[in-house]
Nanobody, 125 residues
Framework: EVQLVESGGGLVQAGGSLRLSCAAS????????IGWFRQAPGKEREGVSCISSPGSRTYYADSVKGRFTFSTDNAKNTVYLQMNNLEPEDTAVYFCAADWLAVADCFKTGEYDYWGQGTQVTVSS
């Protein structure tokens, strides 16, 4: 069974940092396109950072460039999202997603077959 489990969310003050983890079971990340998304209350889910295929370049949304870093640990079959200098606008539920081999546009939610349950990130001002 394919499963993604996010962790690492929490409450942090503006300017603080969090590292989200997404652990996979039932498949290996090095065969998949991977995305991090977030959804704030009343808003659509949006792409934060992603790779379109294994080993390809990493993309970041303009709103997080220079603050967030996507990384992978194939030995642990886990991907991470390091979030620094957090802002209240970053408050959302964060999801990781995966799809086999490659996607055309890794910021599009419809490209992914597999999703985690999400982890809440709350940034206070």
């Amino acid at each position: 069974e394919v499963q993604l489990v996010e962790s690492g969310g929490g409450l942090v003050q503006a300017g603080g940092s969090l590292r989200l983890s997404c652990a996979a079971s039932g498949f290996t990340f090095d065969d998949y396109a991977i995305g991090w998304f977030r959804q704030a209350p009343g808003k659509e889910r949006e792409g934060v950072s992603c790779i379109s295929s294994p080993g390809s370049r990493t993309y970041y949304a303009d709103s997080v460039k220079g603050r967030f870093t996507f990384s992978t640990d194939n030995a642990k079959n886990t991907v991470y999202l390091q979030m620094n200098n957090l802002e209240p606008e970053d408050t959302a539920v964060y999801f990781c997603a995966a799809d086999w081999l490659a996607v055309a546009d890794c910021f599009k939610t419809g490209e992914y077959d597999y999703w985690g349950q999400g982890t809440q990130v709350t940034v206070s001002s």
